[in-house]
Every structure is written in C-alpha cells, then in structure tokens.
C-alpha cells in the first residue's frame, strides 16, 4: 500500500542551526502538507503547497520556514534557525483530493 | 476562527465496552469531517464524513455526521485492548483552496483488559 515516507525519524539541533525535514509524498498525490504537534497539544496546520507553490500557510509559518518539492518526490521543510519551541513532532501528509495520509513524523528536538 | 471540540478528552473503559466520541465543529464553509487514529506516531485515516445521516462502517468502527446540528460521532463497539490510542477529528473548510486540516484535541482512549 503507497505511504508517506519522512526522514529522519528523529533529529536533535542546537538552537540557531538550520533543519532541513524530508517526506517523499504518495506519488499520484496533488496536495502536499506540513502539520506539527507540540507534545501534549493538538496538531496544527502549517503549510499547504499544490501546483508548486504554496496555496495556505498558517500564522506558524514564518519567515523562518520554507517548503520545496525540488524534484517529482520530494517535499521538504526548512527551518533556517530553529528555536526552543520549534521542537515538536513534525508531519508531512499528502492528498488527492480530501482525505490526508500521514507520514510517521520527524520528532525535532533543538537543545 | 474554525474551531473543533471533542469530548471527552480521555476515557477509560474495558475490552467489550462500546464507546462514542464527539466532536462538534463551527467553521465558515464546512466541506467535510475526518477521523484519524493516533497511536505512537502518524495519524492513520479512519473515516470522511461529507454529507448528514449516512453511516460510515468498517469493522467495529462506525461514524454518523449531523451536519444541522454540527457534530459526528464515532462509535467503536466491543472495544479492544488495540483500540488505545487518541482518535482525532478534523474538519476541512471549503472556503480554501485545499483540504487543510483543522484538528481538535483529541480523545484518549484507554482500553483495559
């Protein structure tokens, strides 16, 4: 069954370091996404991207971050100088249309 | 704002109980509602809910939109210890040009043997 594959599963950085997060989307999928949950909290919307651009990014989602799909599979998210409290668990999901499937996450802790 | 809110936000029952959750939902242009489980990690779909009073069934699992009375249910019957985890309801607002998700906080769900 196709899936949302994301690398690394778990990355440790230090404070003020870029990131750069993976996802490899399910192949016939049309819409692309980045949530993140906080530990203990609800899972929150960042970024929609569709048509190679980005259709909605949500307050979260400043400056400080970026998506790209530089080639045919790839979707990533950049954080170009991570904080304390971006450390959360970050999923990449993909659509056709409607329902999302998830990837298993990377867990971003920045120390 | 698109607001959901699930009920209750844990639970703790035996293996062969039956169990609801409940979600309600106010948002600008409602388009559809999701379930999604979570155990460890990823979210895994369960359920999308679109139009009022069709029952959605797989296994145990079954889930019933109201979309005059803005909530759905999501009813899991002779609950199992494998049933644990956090089940999370979404709703996608038609108004955007995607199918962004908005979530609420979810119900835990304990199932003891």
């Known amino acids: 069954e196709p899936e949302v594959t994301q690398t690394p599963s778990h990355q440790v950085t230090q404070m003020g370091q870029e990131v750069i997060l993976r996802c490899v989307p399910i192949s016939n999928h049309l819409y692309f996404y980045w949530y993140r949950q906080i530990l203990g909290q609800k899972v929150e919307f960042l970024v929609s991207?569709?048509?190679?651009?980005?259709?909605?990014k949500s307050e979260i989602f400043d400056d400080q971050f970026s998506v790209e799909r530089p080639d045919g599979s790839n979707f990533t998210l950049k954080i170009r100088s991570t904080k304390l409290e971006d450390s959360a668990m970050y999923f990449c999901?993909?659509?056709?249309?409607?329902?999302?499937?998830f990837g298993q996450g990377t867990r971003l802790t920045v120390v | 704002e698109d607001k959901v809110v699930q009920s209750p936000l844990s639970l703790v029952v035996h293996e062969g109980d039956t169990v609801t959750l409940n979600c309600s939902y106010e948002v600008t242009n409602f388009r559809s509602l999701l379930w999604y489980k979570q155990e460890k990690k990823a979210p895994t779909f369960l359920f999308m809910l679109?139009?009022?009073?069709i029952e959605k069934k797989s296994g145990r699992l079954s889930s019933i939109l109201d979309k005059k009375e803005l909530f759905s249910i999501l009813n899991i019957t002779a609950t199992q210890t494998g049933d644990s985890a956090i089940y999370l309801c979404?709703?996608?607002?038609?108004?955007?040009?995607?199918?962004?998700?908005?979530f609420g906080k979810g119900t835990l769900l304990t199932v003891n043997p």
């Open positions: 679109t139009s009022s009073g």
């Open positions: 979404a709703v996608i607002d038609s108004g955007g040009s995607n199918y962004k998700l908005t």
């Open positions: 991207f569709y048509n190679n651009e980005i259709s909605e």
């Open positions: 999901a993909s659509s056709y249309v409607g329902e999302a499937f």
